[in-house]
């Protein structure tokens, strides 16, 4: 089992930026892919980003975060963040982390039924 708890979610302005945390803890690989979703009020969830580390590493990310998003991992602290710049109203949502213990390959990123745990999500408000 992995346990992962997000945070760092909160009202921020247009323009603005936020860093959200996701901190693993349990049985975590070496190799391993997290994926970062998000869910408005009323529509799909939705992929924003992932990352792949262990065996090489890789980041990827939605277009419509492409540029403004940044995914990243402190190994030492068993951490992957996602630093968001440039924030808009429409990136409001609840955001959540999710983890596989294996390298996911580059088309099955985005399906959040290829990851096997989840944290349990962190509100972000983008709102002047």
């Known amino acids: 089992q992995v346990q992962l708890v997000e945070s760092g979610g909160g009202l921020v302005q247009p323009g603005g930026s936020l860093r959200l945390s996701c901190a693993a803890s349990?049985?975590?690989?070496?190799?391993?892919?997290v994926g970062w979703f998000r869910q408005a009020p009323g529509k799909e969830r939705e992929f924003v980003a992932a990352g792949r580390w262990g065996a090489g590493s890789s980041t990827h990310y939605a277009n419509s975060v492409k540029g403004r998003f940044t995914i990243s991992r402190d190994n030492t602290k068993n951490t992957v963040y996602l630093q968001m710049n440039s924030l808009k109203p429409e990136d409001t949502a609840v955001y959540r982390c999710s983890w596989k213990n294996s390298r996911l390959i580059v088309s099955s990123l985005g399906s959040g039924e290829n990851y096997d745990y989840w944290g349990q999500g962190t509100q972000v408000t983008v709102s002047s």
């Open positions: 349990g049985r975590t690989s070496n190799i391993y892919t």
